[in-house]
């Protein structure tokens, strides 16, 4: 059985295998091997301090979250509605997604430098949509707003709310 008073290097690093023998090889070169059997120390739990304010916090980051969605919503809105025409690798795109055949994107596909998956997609958006330069910025307007749709999916996925990445992305349709 382990002894509890002895911190083990395990615990000190526990990724384990080669990268702990490692370091407990560079300790030992450098003669620091009484640090890996030092005497634990009780270091209070972070998550109990957090327990107390949770209610408050969450419902603040909840809050926040929510606004700067909203924000970036309205930042997208206000981008497709002032965008100007269609830059030149946009109308590239639909130049290429307007091609008679899906076989002729293909066979044109070398010279883009995006997935292949995407003018397909501009071929079938304008085809239900249309092919005008509104169509077309709405479509990067639904691209986008589906971007903070899986920032919030991915954040809920791990029980919070994206505030970084939301205030990140908040400033995203302003800078191209």
Request: positive net charge.
């Amino acid at each position: 059985m382990r002894d509890r008073s002895t911190c083990s290097f395990g615990t000190l690093y526990p990724l384990g295998g080669p990268f702990s023998l490692l370091i407990a090889a560079a300790y030992t070169f450098v003669g620091m091997d009484s640090v890996l059997h030092a005497p634990a120390r009780i270091v209070p739990s972070p998550l109990r301090e957090r327990a107390s304010t949770e209610a408050v916090t969450s419902r603040w980051e909840w809050i926040s979250a929510i606004g700067l969605t909203v924000i970036v919503a309205a930042l997208h809105a206000v981008r497709m509605l002032h965008a100007g025409g269609l830059w030149r690798d946009e109308a590239g795109a639909a130049r290429l997604a307007m091609m008679p055949t899906v076989r002729e994107i293909f066979g044109l596909f070398q010279h883009e430098a995006f997935p292949l998956l995407f003018p397909v997609t501009v071929r079938t958006w304008m085809s239900m949509i249309g092919g005008g330069d509104a169509a077309l910025r709405g479509f990067g307007l639904l691209v986008g707003l589906a971007m903070v749709g899986v920032l919030w999916w991915n954040a809920r996925a791990w029980r919070t709310v994206p505030l970084l990445s939301l205030s990140l992305f908040s400033d995203f349709p302003f800078r191209f």
